[in-house]
């Protein structure tokens, strides 16, 4: 069965960098691409992009811009979201999913940025 | 950047009742390419409906989706217990896939 496993929660000071993973099972990983979507505290969703398993090509929504980056290890059916120079505001669950339509989700990643 | 405004903010309602959620797109969204998800506390969003009205693997008939161009509608033809979430839209036809702002389904 598709199941998309994402790392634990992650709990970082201000300035430093955190890494998410998202490993996927069950279906060819480089047939479909995958989305990030940011949850802040009992707020809605947020799309941060995209990455094409395929091509290795990313393409980021406005506000994800320069600081956070989509990367994946085909090896290992597996893609990365890095945020780096963290700030309080990046408080928040954040998502995998698979393809356009988001059909399968990992289970969330909880990064708390605090001092 | 097409922006979906979902109504009402928070629906009250019994079980065994009819929930009729609005999403309006504020330009058309091509293909009728939008997806309905649901979200309960501490759990992932789900997909429930996309292409505006085809329902997911092992979705429930009692969720459908209809609508076109710049409005749609999610229907939850009888209220199950399971059924009170956080309903969201999202359309996947243009770069950035907006998100409405979600409607909370309560029980009354």
């Known amino acids: 069965q598709v199941q998309l496993v994402q790392s634990g929660s992650e709990l970082k000071r201000p300035g430093a960098s955190v890494k998410v993973s998202c490993k996927a099972s069950?279906?060819?990983?480089?047939?479909?691409?995958l989305n990030w979507v940011r949850q802040a505290p009992g707020q809605g969703l947020e799309w941060m992009g995209w990455?094409?398993?395929?091509?290795?090509?990313?393409a980021y929504a406005q506000g994800f811009t320069g600081r956070f980056v989509f990367s994946l290890d085909t090896s290992v059916s597996t893609a990365y979201l890095q945020i780096n120079s963290l700030k309080a505001e990046d408080t928040a669950v954040y998502y995998c999913a698979r393809a356009m339509i988001s059909d399968y989700w990992g289970q969330g990643t909880l990064v708390t940025v605090s001092s | 950047e097409i922006v979906l405004t979902q109504s009402p903010g928070t629906l009250s309602l019994s079980p065994g009742e009819r929930a009729t959620l609005s999403c309006r797109a504020s330009q058309s969204v091509s293909n009728n390419y939008l997806a309905w998800y649901q979200q309960k506390p501490g759990q992932a969003p789900r997909l429930l409906i996309y292409g505006a009205s085809s329902r997911a693997t092992g979705i429930p008939d009692r969720f459908s989706g209809s609508g076109s161009g710049t409005d749609f509608t999610l229907t939850i033809s009888r209220l199950e217990p399971e059924d009170f979430a956080v309903y969201y839209c999202q359309q996947y036809a243009s770069s950035p896939r907006t998100f409405g702002q979600g409607t909370k389904v309560e029980i009354k």
């Open positions: 990455i094409s398993t395929n091509t290795r090509n990313a």
């Open positions: 069950g279906y060819s990983f480089t047939s479909y691409a």
